[in-house]
């Protein structure tokens, strides 16, 4: 089985930045692509970004193209979400999930059928 733990979530100020961590354990993480999610209070799982198995694909939605970047550390098991210039809309739970389909704006919108292994979650809040 495999197991992932998100940390890095924490209370900021609009502007600010925050780096979100996806730790995977019990097997590796290289042949899955990862999606990054967020959830809302009174709204609907949307996704937020992925990356492919190599790394080599890479998709964010509109809303958070240029302020955040996704990564992964093969190495250390780990996929990361930088995110920059944060705004109070991208307060939200962050899930991470782990999947075997490719990475596209179309497979990150079809998570419930696409992305089988999902970590708890980590709270981000953008608050003056």
């Known amino acids: 089985q495999m197991q992932l733990v998100e940390s890095g979530g924490g209370l900021v100020q609009p502007g600010g930045s925050l780096r979100l961590s996806c730790a995977a354990s019990g097997r590796t993480l290289n042949y899955y692509t990862i999606g990054w999610f967020r959830q809302a209070p009174g709204k609907e799982r949307e996704g937020v970004s992925c990356i492919s198995s190599s790394g080599g694909n890479t998709n964010y939605a509109d809303s958070v193209k240029g302020r955040f970047a996704i990564s992964r550390d093969a190495a250390k098991n780990t996929v990361y979400l930088q995110m920059d210039s944060l705004k109070p809309e991208d307060t939200a739970v962050y899930y991470c999930?782990?999947?075997?389909?490719?990475?596209?704006?179309?497979?990150?919108?079809?998570?419930?059928?696409?992305?089988?292994?999902w970590g708890q979650g980590t709270q981000v809040t953008v608050s003056s």
């Open positions: 999930a782990a999947g075997e389909s490719a990475c596209t704006t179309l497979s990150l919108s079809k998570w419930r059928l696409l992305y089988g292994y």
